[in-house]
């Protein structure tokens, strides 16, 4: 299901072939949480910024419209109309992170919804059972999300509860697959990698789930308060121990510049809502650094947000008339920003895979690791 085509030091260009279509990697999910692109943006929408995969958040689509509406019109993919690979994340990071109240025991986690607080159980089997029914190509194991710093003890004991909990979703998700009414036959599960910043345990972890030899694994529990430094260092420490012809997926993350990173130290995929929340706020990615398109000398700027961009935004409209439409509080505003925000990160991949392939990576990551980060 994975082919790495080659190596450049540690990045690695592949594909991965899903039910639903093949994914050149590295790649970056464009985060759709409730089956939508906040910003305004359709399937159609994505396919024409160079999408590749679209990700779905199973808590939020649980919640509402809830998994068995979807599964009967006929999965995620009909639902919102996107053809090609969809990933679902399992939840695990909603529920730690927006349930206030929260009770962790070994068979799942008893919370109240962050809506109208009514109480939810999640589990292993239950996680599995709402990705079965939305049909995504991708599903995510369900994990406990522990915050950084935690103590050593606690994420040692988390650490072997969620090696225990993705032996449970591996069996449901095997035996749901068996049900007539499966919405998608080819869907697989990924494992995921904990323990915090300690390099020791992560290894350990890591060890234990690739035993179970699953299509893909993922390292979580990142981006999550610590440096990018200690984020890189986690990184290091896990990928020798990674199976090599696996995709790698590291969850949450993030800017060009840790994209970039990441790349060079061998991971395959990543998503975050960083580059379209950005947008929101008139926070634009360009290729000579960031810019705050609300700023009053952009007022009467005739430009294009960024004249090296070939997305639909930039081929059209001034950055005078995205900063009026922001300001003006008018939707179309955030519309264009998020469009060019997501082609922008679409096309850093799209980059990032072209200088892998005539091995100037080295170079590349020299150019741009730190310039895609500053700020104009």
Known sequence: MFELLKTDGGARLGIYVTAHGTVQTPVFMNVGTQAAIKGALSADDLQQIGCQVELSNTYHLHVRPGEGIIKDLGGLHRFMQWEGPILTDS??????????????????????????????????????????????????????????????????????????????????????????????????????????????????????????????YAIGGLAVGETAREMYDVIEAVEPHMPRMKPRYLMGVGTPSNIIEAVARGVDFFDCVM??????????????????????????????????????????????YIRHLLR?????????????????????????RTAIESDTFTQFRAENSEKLGKRI
């Open 275 to 320: 580059p379209a929340r950005n947008a929101r706020h008139g926070h634009l990615f360009t290729s000579q650094g960031v810019i705050n398109i609300n700023n009053a000398k952009y007022q009467t700027d005739s430009a294009p947000i960024d004249p090296q961009c070939g997305c639909p935004v930039c081929s059209k409209y001034s950055r005078a």
């Open 91 to 216: 939840g695990g990071f909603q529920v730690f992170s927006l349930a206030k109240l929260r009770r962790i025991q070994e068979e799942g986690v008893h919370f109240n919804a962050h809506t109208d607080g009514h109480k939810i159980f999640m589990g292993p089997e239950e996680s599995m059972k709402i990705q079965w029914s939305l049909g995504s190509d991708v599903a995510m194991a369900f994990d406990e999300c522990i915050e950084n710093p935690s103590p050593r003890e606690y994420v040692k004991r988390s650490c072997e509860r969620t090696v225990r909990w993705l032996r449970r979703c591996d069996e449901a998700l095997e035996e749901l697959k068996k049900r007539e009414d499966t919405v998608n036959p080819g869907q697989v599960l990924w494992g995921i990698n904990q323990g915090g910043t300690y390099h020791d345990l992560r290894v350990e972890h890591m060890k234990q789930i690739a035993e179970l030899d699953l299509p893909g």
């Open 328 to 352: 003006a509080g008018e939707m179309l505003g955030m519309r264009f920003a998020v469009m060019h925000n997501l082609y922008f990160y679409n096309k850093l991949m799209s980059d990032i």
